[in-house]
């Protein structure tokens, strides 16, 4: 059984930074892509930022240039560090595994930015 736990959520001034982590215990084989989503109040979940498997980076039209994803596998750990962070940016934001056919998903994490 995999589980994804996120960590490194908070608030922050627009135009500042916060940096998301998610540990993942667990083995899968066959994974496709890890990534990380958002989901802010009255809206639908969305993709920020993703790594499939083969080295293809995916990163949502609206943090292009702000925000970094990375893959550690050695830890099993996932990075995402956001920059010039914006009000729009405020959501819940989870972490995200795809693979043998089925998405797991992290409890998801608080970011709050204030203008």
């Known amino acids: 059984q995999v589980q994804l736990t996120e960590s490194g959520g908070g608030v922050v001034q627009a135009g500042g930074s916060l940096s998301l982590s998610c540990a993942a215990t667990?083995?899968?084989?066959?994974?496709?892509?890890v990534g990380w989503y958002r989901q802010a109040p009255g809206k639908q979940r969305e993709l920020v930022a993703r790594?499939?498997?083969?080295?293809?980076?995916d990163y949502a039209d609206s943090v292009k240039g702000r925000f970094t994803i990375s893959v550690d596998d050695s830890k099993s750990t996932m990075h995402l560090v956001m920059n010039s962070l914006k009000p729009d940016d405020t959501a819940v934001y989870y972490c995200?595994?795809?693979?043998?056919?089925?998405?797991?998903w992290g409890q998801g994490t608080q970011v709050t930015v204030s203008s």
């Open positions: 790594a499939i498997s083969g080295g293809r980076l």
């Open positions: 667990g083995t899968i084989a066959d994974i496709w892509a």
């Open positions: 995200n595994l795809n693979g043998s056919g089925r998405d797991y």
